[in-house]
């Protein structure tokens, strides 16, 4: 299994950013995929999680309205847009194979920064 995500940097404040997780090793369409987040000094946080096929999706309170989880199965990747960005969303950003609470592989990480 390899999940490499991509796609982060600095961001303004009200910027936006595109994260994308290429998925290998694994038959991706049989999977939910999940966005997690690390910021500085604290826990893993739940972003978002979308069905095998894309026809759900789950946010967290503080990032909805503002990011938007989609895939694609025939490139095995997943994204995130990020929309309205706030220094808040500083973390280090993780994608997952599984759902919150059952991810049994996470990325490595890319690393999104908010600020002015």
């Known amino acids: 299994v390899q999940l490499v995500e991509s796609g982060g940097g600095l961001a303004q404040p009200g910027g936006s950013l595109r994260l994308s997780c290429a998925a290998s090793?694994?038959?991706?369409?049989?999977?939910?995929m999940s966005w997690a987040r690390q910021a500085p000094g604290k826990g893993l946080e739940w972003v978002s999680d979308?069905?095998?096929?894309?026809?759900?999706?789950y946010y967290a309170d503080s990032v909805k309205g503002r990011f938007t989880i989609s895939r694609d199965n025939t490139k095995n990747t997943v994204y995130l847009q990020m929309n309205s960005l706030k220094p808040e969303d500083t973390a280090l950003y993780y994608c997952?194979?599984?759902?919150?609470?059952?991810?049994?592989?996470w990325g490595q990480g890319t690393q999104v920064t908010v600020s002015s």
């Open positions: 997952g194979k599984g759902p919150w609470g059952s991810v049994s592989y």
């Open positions: 979308i069905y095998f096929d894309g026809s759900r999706t």
């Open positions: 090793g694994f038959t991706f369409s049989n999977y939910v």
